[in-house]
């Protein structure tokens, strides 16, 4: 029933294709209405929980798929490709977007942690990953109506909505996506601390030692947890993270010259050859036949 309350109050407000904001910093309604084919894309820290449809996020090869039964959870920066694959205008995808506070997260994270104990890394198993779907529970479906339910007055949003998103924050930490979430923001949180540090120099040499020593761990060490958390090796981490800016850069009307250096690239040739390697087609082929689904992080 309050799955159903969350659907109405979405289609009130988002009647024609596209992104619509709330009032509530970091959470935007959005509505998709034709099949997009998986394209290249940067998730930020966020939640995305969709009441209507299916949306699709490939990281190293792995195919997600999440709908209105599993919200994604993408508790750090990652490269990933993103689409829409059976949006319509008669079946929309419909859903809501809701950026992850850095502050905020690791103040409940902690504060979770200072309740039951630190959290620790599972033992004999991997650490968990950097994007994960959840169950829709019930204190994450009561926490997101009590938060869309403030969209109908500004005086509501103003004085109540930190509250509200920190409690579906909550609701998020303490869910399937919990131990992710805990892990990337709480105490232990090196990978998500080393993905933003390369996050802010995407134009700059960044080596694997200068990684590790960003949290004190050997090359060994880090090549090893990095890979845990993300799927992927350091370095195809930072190729994936660099090749998805440019080609969202691309999109948006960059050149492709200007986007290889705008991404750390001095070489323009070596940045095509890369970049067809990954996606099969050149910079300038891929451009005029891509377009990017709405609602992506």
């Keep these: 029933m309050s799955k159903e309350r969350i659907k109405h109050l979405i289609e009130r407000r988002v009647s024609a294709a596209g992104t619509v904001e709330t009032g509530i910093r970091g959470v935007q309604l959005f509505r998709v209405t034709e099949a997009l084919r998986c394209a290249p894309a940067v998730y930020e820290p966020c939640v995305v929980a969709v009441v209507s449809g299916s949306k699709e996020a490939i990281l190293d090869g792995e195919r997600h798929l999440y709908d209105s039964t599993r919200y994604m959870c993408c508790p750090m920066t990652m490269p990933v490709e993103a689409g829409t694959p059976e949006a319509s205008p008669e079946t929309p995808l419909l859903g809501v977007l ?164 705008d991404v750390g690239y001095v070489s323009s040739s070596q940045f095509s050859r890369e970049f067809k390697r990954m996606y099969g087609q050149s910079p300038r082929h891929w451009s005029q036949s891509q377009r990017f689904p709405a609602g992506s992080a």
């Design 98 to 261: 809701i950026s992850l506070n850095t502050r905020v997260m690791t103040e409940l994270a902690i504060e979770m942690e200072n309740a039951a104990g630190a959290i620790r890394s599972p033992k004999g198993g991997p650490l968990p990953q950097g994007l994960t779907l959840a169950r829709w529970d019930d204190a994450f479906t009561d926490a997101l109506l009590r938060l869309l339910q403030l969209l109908d007055s500004p005086t509501d949003r103003t004085v109540l909505g930190d509250g509200r998103l920190r409690e579906l924050y909550y609701a998020v930490l303490k869910g399937e996506a919990g131990a992710a979430a805990r892990r990337a923001f709480g105490v232990g949180n090196e990978i998500a601390r080393t993905i933003e540090f390369l996050s802010s120099r995407l134009n700059e040499p960044v080596t694997i030692d200068d990684m590790a020593a960003q949290v004190g761990m050997s090359r060994a060490v880090f090549h090893r947890k990095f890979k845990q958390a993300t799927t992927m090796s350091p370095i195809q981490f930072v190729k994936s993270m660099r090749l998805n800016n440019a080609a969202m850069r691309i999109a948006g009307g960059m050149t492709v010259n200007e986007a290889a250096m």
